[in-house]
């Protein structure tokens, strides 16, 4: 077979296509790998606490007290002794304080602390606010102290994705021997939430 100046041409660009073809054919297209992350919860107050109406008396050295439960029932009112009496006269407002939770990781630990507590006063007398009890997701009473942590287990099939934390507190009278004033007193404190 003998070959021409132009077969060998040929035979060469069909060689080099042959080649190339695969390469040509090839195509690089980058893509991107993003996350957004949200470790905020999201929080709201469903509920403040109130005591309702009570009558109050304290007395030197000796102290009265009552609760509201999580559940928003007010506790019978108790006395060391003397003239320091609490006694309930409308309990209708009564309720404890519900923080609503979410936007949580299911079976994520969530830290809570009760801190910054303001003992409710009316600028003149006033009563310490303690003897926190909270339940998590409708589950059984804990006792609490102001300042120390707890934690808690988010649970995403809980109320559709959206927890509660439900909060009782006491509040007991302060030395004064004599009536508390008449009117509003405003206390509170924080709940702070953290993983």
């Not at 009782?168 to 004599?178: C, Y």
Request: net charge negative.
């Amino acid at each position: 077979m003998t070959f021409t100046k132009t077969t060998k041409i040929l035979t060469v660009a069909t060689a080099a296509l042959t080649l190339t073809a695969g390469t040509a054919l090839a195509q690089t297209q980058p893509i991107t790998a993003d996350v957004t992350v949200l470790n905020s919860l999201t929080l709201a107050a469903a509920s403040d606490m109130n005591f309702g109406t009570v009558a109050a008396v304290g007395d030197t050295g000796q102290t009265a007290s009552v609760s509201v439960g999580t559940d928003g029932v007010m506790g019978v009112p108790t006395s060391t002794g003397g003239g320091a009496r609490i006694a309930i006269v409308d309990d209708t407002a009564a309720t404890a304080a519900q923080i609503t939770v979410a936007d949580g990781a299911d079976g994520v630990a969530i830290n809570v602390e009760i801190n910054n507590v303001v003992d409710p006063t009316d600028g003149t007398d006033s009563f310490t606010l303690a003897g926190f009890q909270t339940s998590y997701n409708g589950g059984g009473d804990t006792a609490r102290t102001a300042a120390t942590p707890f934690t808690v287990t988010f649970d995403s099939a809980f109320g559709g994705g959206t927890n509660t934390l439900d909060i009782g507190a006491s509040i007991t009278t302060v030395d004064p021997s004599v009536a508390y004033g008449d009117g509003a007193y405003a206390g509170g404190f924080d709940v702070v939430f953290s993983y």
